[in-house]
């Protein structure tokens, strides 16, 4: 089937044409051009697109010295249908359904994200979608899971180490906890969160959940051979990691011997781990109060930007 005779010509994305608050930026144009594709890279029809931090970050200005030029369609994640190849694509054809996040690095993302009818992605960075799981359910999966998966990496984390997690609810944290107890093989995982959160913790693995409004973490006698730090207190990791582990940060200011890193999206991890997603063993956490339909985008990224989200938020584009 030729998909590009149905292709049309323009759709409808939220862009925003200067940085500053979702609320104040973000607009809805039903005339953006859809994007041109090179020789590598496919279309794709956007059902559904998770959103993450980094696109309100990135909205706010923070990588402004690395961006693409305005107007920008925010969105790294993306699950959908793809509708036209380039000519030298080998992975996929018309009509699969994949998953990715469309971000080879954080730095220079695309100015056409995943907020939108269609979107463009290189053949490197997608995967064919479990075929146990939703659009929407993937959605919420690549940017989180693979940053999980590459901190983990860089903490040389094997079977029977012991792993503390600072920030185990929220979308890498909830994705940390899975790997490193199914795909791993940790021998214990401390894990923090508010007092709300905790039992969530234990269901995905964590033995030692530490509600961070009651306990300090770093005044536990015991220390771990890896801390992951999701949230931003690289001062006070190295204080919980055994002489000799690793410490990764993945936000704010890093303290040694702690170490930080942006993502390399690669869609070989999520063929990586298809296996533990189809089993079952690892899934993909959507906030209960997280789906929302593509005219509410304000609504989702007002809803991330309170930094109470439990796991991911995940924005419906197509029906």
């Not at 249908?81 to 080998?90: E, S």
């Not at 180490?161 to 093989?185: F, P």
Request: glycine letters at 10%; one cysteine or more; aromatic letters at 8%.
């Amino acid at each position: 089937m030729d998909a590009t005779a149905t292709l049309p010509s323009k759709m409808k994305a939220w862009t925003y044409a200067e940085y500053g608050k979702s609320s104040d930026v973000l607009k809805l144009n039903s005339e953006v051009d859809v994007p041109q594709m090179n020789d590598d890279q496919v279309i794709v029809k956007v059902v559904a697109a998770g959103i993450n931090p980094i696109d309100f970050k990135r909205m706010a200005g923070m990588l402004k010295h690395t961006d693409s030029p305005f107007p920008i369609i925010p969105g790294f994640d993306v699950a959908g249908v793809v509708v036209k190849v380039g000519g030298l694509v080998k992975k996929f054809k018309v009509g699969d359904e994949v998953y990715g996040d469309i971000n080879e690095k954080g730095v220079h993302p695309t100015q056409f994200g995943t907020i939108a009818e269609y979107t463009v992605a290189t053949e490197k960075l997608l995967a064919l979608k479990p075929k146990n799981l939703s659009f929407i359910e993937s959605a919420g999966l690549p940017l989180a899971m693979e940053t999980a998966y590459e901190g983990l990496e860089r903490c040389h984390f094997s079977a029977g180490k012991s792993l503390l997690v600072l920030g185990g609810a929220g979308g890498v944290g909830t994705m940390i906890i899975q790997l490193a107890k199914q795909v791993y093989g940790a021998s214990k995982i401390a894990a923090t969160s508010s007092t709300g959160k905790l039992e969530l913790l234990k269901t995905l693995g964590a033995d030692l959940p530490i509600d961070y409004t009651k306990q300090n973490f770093e005044d536990l006698p015991e220390k771990f051979d890896a801390v992951y730090d999701a949230v931003g207190q690289s001062e006070r990791a190295v204080k919980a990691v055994k002489e000799g582990g690793h410490v990764v940060t993945i936000y704010g200011a890093v303290a040694p011997p702690a170490t930080s890193f942006f993502l390399t999206s690669d869609g070989t991890i999520l063929e990586k781990l298809e296996p533990f997603l189809e089993s079952g063993k690892v899934k993909p956490i959507i906030d209960p109060k997280g789906m929302f339909s593509f005219t509410e985008t304000p609504q989702a990224f007002a809803y991330l930007e309170t930094g109470r989200v439990v796991g991911k938020v995940v924005i419906s584009i197509t029906p």
